[in-house]
């Protein structure tokens, strides 16, 4: 008997042990499992096809800037005279003319500029993507971390309960214990089970969403961390760099394109030029002899087109000015949302940290109340009532500690999203 009970008293030392080197193994390794997220943020960004589909939109606009450097088409145009007209120096036979009108003095560099503008815009769009696919790609990551380690906690406590497991049938045989404990113990390594099938197939669905995140095969495998250690202190956070967000900048680019349109507008309601060269064959007058017989006719043109209504041109000044009214509204109602929702993070970060200090109290506690079992073990009385009370509240403690860690890291994450520059 007393040898039964020290080979137990050693296997639940053995446990503790082993979680004591996991953490000092686990932080030595902090690094590297942050290093891992960045090169799996780096892959989604390099492969995700929604963040392909952009880079080439913006190449699109990029191109659409030299799509501006034109100007109206060269007008050629050849005409006969079927009934040919009598002039002084003789009849005129076939007339050539060629026309070229041109864009007011900067309309060409007005076009440019806003097509430009157009395309620093569309850029914002990327920029926000890769934010939100980096956000997304953390937040699961941070998931598959919480369920693996969930697991790891349910393994640990299923062994533990087939320990005591033995135990109970131990006593039973001795008489210290009754066949309904050993069933309780056996109930409750069951639920145990349940839970963990169910946490597998969480991780089948999160670990297939993170890989689609990373444009490759749902099966391929991902390495996450057993156990995450929080920093001694949160970062100090700069909240105006909300003001440098993405989402807000895109806005300051949407109102300074309507600045680059109004300008283009001003040039096209500004006059056109013309220049032109008209040229009429001459033939020479039969029987005759004088000078410019046959000469001939060349005519230099000038023209100008002259926007004399228009009401187009002073209505788009106004819509101009009321989109600049509405981008700037969105933008403020915008930088509201950001900054509420960097509050709210930074508040749920540190409502983590305070859950996360109480959890490892609370667990302290329940191990001291384990010790308290086992010593009553090696002085011949135990109450499996008191084993299972204490190892459903450890199991509690240790599950809330890993969401705890979990709901810390997602709102960093989020954190990163918002202020990172």
Not at 224 to 247: A, F, G, M, S
Not at 379 to 406: A, P, R, W, Y
Request: aromatic share 8%.
């Amino acid at each position: 008997m007393n040898n039964i009970k020290t080979e137990t008293y050693t296997i639940l030392s053995c446990f503790r042990r082993n979680l004591s080197l996991v953490v000092l193994i686990t932080i030595s390794l902090q690094y590297a499992h942050a290093q891992r997220l960045d090169g799996y943020i780096k892959y989604a960004q390099n492969n995700n096809p929604e963040i392909q589909a952009l880079i080439l939109n913006h190449t699109i606009a990029s191109e659409k800037v030299n799509e501006t450097q034109f100007i109206p088409n060269t007008e050629i145009s050849a005409g006969y005279f079927v009934s040919e007209p009598e002039t002084r120096t003789g009849a005129q036979e076939i007339r050539l003319s060629i026309k070229q009108m041109l864009p007011w003095f900067g309309t060409i560099t007005a076009r440019k500029n806003y097509a430009a503008s157009l395309a620093d815009a569309q850029y914002e769009d990327l920029a926000i993507a890769k934010r939100k696919l980096a956000l997304s790609v953390a937040q699961s990551y941070y998931k598959l971390f919480a369920i693996q380690a969930q697991k790891n906690v349910l393994d640990k406590n299923i062994q533990l309960l087939q320990t005591y497991e033995q135990l109970a049938l131990t006593s039973v045989e001795v008489g210290k214990a009754s066949a309904v404990d050993v069933l309780r113990l056996q109930i409750r390594q069951n639920e145990l089970i349940q839970q963990k099938e169910i946490l597998s197939h969480n991780n089948l669905a999160e670990k297939a969403r993170f890989n689609y995140l990373l444009h490759r095969e749902k099966t391929m495998d991902i390495e996450v961390p057993d156990t995450l250690i929080l920093p001694d202190k949160d970062p100090v956070l700069e909240k105006k760099k909300v003001e440098i967000h993405p989402e807000l900048i895109k806005y300051d680019k949407l109102y300074e394109s309507i600045n680059t349109s109004e300008t283009l507008n001003q040039k096209k309601s500004a006059p056109n030029l013309g220049f032109g060269l008209d040229y009429i064959a001459v033939a020479e007058r039969p029987n005759m002899n004088f000078n410019d017989n046959g000469k001939d006719i060349i005519m230099p043109m000038v023209s100008l087109s002259i926007p004399i209504f228009n009401h187009k041109f002073k209505s788009i000044t106004r819509q101009n000015k009321l989109k600049q009214e509405e981008i700037s509204s969105l933008k403020e109602e915008r930088s509201n949302r950001l900054n509420t929702i960097l509050i709210k993070a930074i508040n749920t970060r540190k409502s983590a940290r305070l859950s996360i200090d109480l959890q490892l109290k609370n667990i302290e506690k329940a191990k001291n109340g384990e010790e308290i079992v086992i010593k009553n073990y090696e002085t011949g009385t135990i109450d499996f009532n008191d084993i299972l009370d204490i190892q459903e509240l450890q199991l509690k403690f240790e599950m809330n500690h890993i969401e705890s860690v979990k709901m810390y890291y997602e709102q960093s994450a989020l954190i990163n999203y918002l202020i990172t520059q």
